[in-house]
T-cell receptor
């Protein structure tokens, strides 16, 4: 059983389209995250939810909207996709917010905007 | 504020040689420190972490790291590299008051036969 699963694994789409990435964790964790990894492998936090509430919203364009229907799910919807959105997007979860708890990552979604 | 610096974006070793990946952190309060590994086309997974107590921390796959407060370092080592260790390694720092960890820019470990 995959602890943090995200779908799809690969996503190729045209500029201007709207797309969603889904994430589910079966670890019973309270906190979930979305990270963006660029072509140089730099990891940047985008959002963090704790018990379905948005805690962290870094300087991410409004075209990105996270939604957490329950503690186990955190989806990412992206409107009007741009070339610069091409990256690998990782969902992660942790038992609690920050501190000494490690994060568990999904396998990533490689988004390519053409 | 907290930050992490990983020295060397690429480290190349021969199979069987010592692996040393460097990580220095900055934190105004006692830190929690993590090393993660990312294999090609996969997500990150935890190798080891330091929270409190013993400063030498052992992790999976024969890796270990030592927290040195005086040097603000948390270097990752493995006595003998294996081909399967080739991956991207990330150091991260967190504190009791921070919501999310800060990740370093990663070090790519290359293992030559």
């Amino acid at each position: 059983d995959t602890a943090v699963s995200q779908t799809p694994k690969y996503l190729v789409t045209q500029m201007g389209n709207d797309k969603s990435i889904k994430c589910e964790q079966n670890l019973g964790h309270d906190t979930m995250y979305w990270y963006k990894q660029d072509s140089k492998k730099f990891l940047k936090i985008m959002f963090s939810y704790n018990n379905k509430e948005l805690i962290i919203n870094e300087t991410v364009p409004n075209r990105f909207s996270p939604k957490s229907p329950d503690k186990a799910h955190l989806n990412l919807h992206i409107n009007s996709l741009e070339l610069g959105d091409s990256a690998v997007y990782f969902c992660a979860s942790s038992r609690q917010l920050g501190g000494n708890t490690e994060a568990f990552f999904g396998q990533g979604t490689r988004l390519t905007v053409v | 504020a907290q930050s992490v610096t990983q020295l060397g974006s690429h480290v190349s070793v021969s199979e069987g040689a010592l692996v040393l990946l460097r990580c220095n952190y900055s934190s105004s309060v006692p830190p929690y420190l993590f090393w993660y590994v990312q294999y090609p086309n996969q997500g990150l997974q935890l190798l080891l972490k330091y929270t409190t107590g013993a400063t030498l921390v052992k992790g999976i796959n024969g890796f270990e790291a030592e927290f040195k407060k005086s040097e603000t370092s948390f270097h990752l080592t493995k006595p003998s590299a294996h081909m399967s260790d080739a991956a991207e390694y990330f150091c991260a720092v967190s504190t009791g008051g921070s919501y999310i960890p800060t990740f370093g820019r990663g070090t790519s470990l290359i293992v030559h036969p």
